[in-house]
Nanobody, 126 residues
């Protein structure tokens, strides 16, 4: 069982930056592929970025390419999402998620993720 806690959300002006963190419980953090998702009001949850167990493979959706960076520190049981040049359309609740142990690579679909955090609100004003 993995428990995930996000932090770092908030209100920022367009063009600003935020860094989200996802702290995981347990001693097997490096066994889980991880991802960041977001859900805006009235829209479906979508993957923002994903990272492999080792951190050697990453994925970012096209709309955040060049602005967002996903990373992880397995020694600290923590995953990060550095968000730069934020836009109003980035406004959403951001969730971190983990797959069960055994997934290789960066997992970019929702279904394999079994463990979810409670979410953190990111609001970008224009």
């Amino acid at each position: 069982q993995v428990q995930l806690v996000e932090s770092g959300g908030g209100l920022v002006q367009a063009g600003g930056s935020l860094r989200l963190s996802c702290a995981a419980s347990g001693r097997t953090f490096s066994s889980y592929a991880m991802g960041w998702f977001r859900q805006a009001p009235g829209k479906e949850r979508e993957v923002v970025a994903a990272i492999s167990r080792s951190g050697g493979s990453t994925y970012c959706r096209d709309s955040v390419q060049g602005r967002f960076t996903i990373s992880r520190d397995n020694a600290k049981n923590t995953m990060y999402l550095q968000m730069n040049s934020l836009k109003p359309e980035d406004t959403a609740v951001y969730y971190c998620a983990a797959t069960p142990a055994g997934y290789a690579g960066a997992v970019v679909t929702t279904t394999p993720y079994h463990y979810w955090g409670q979410g953190t609100q990111v609001t970008v004003s224009s």
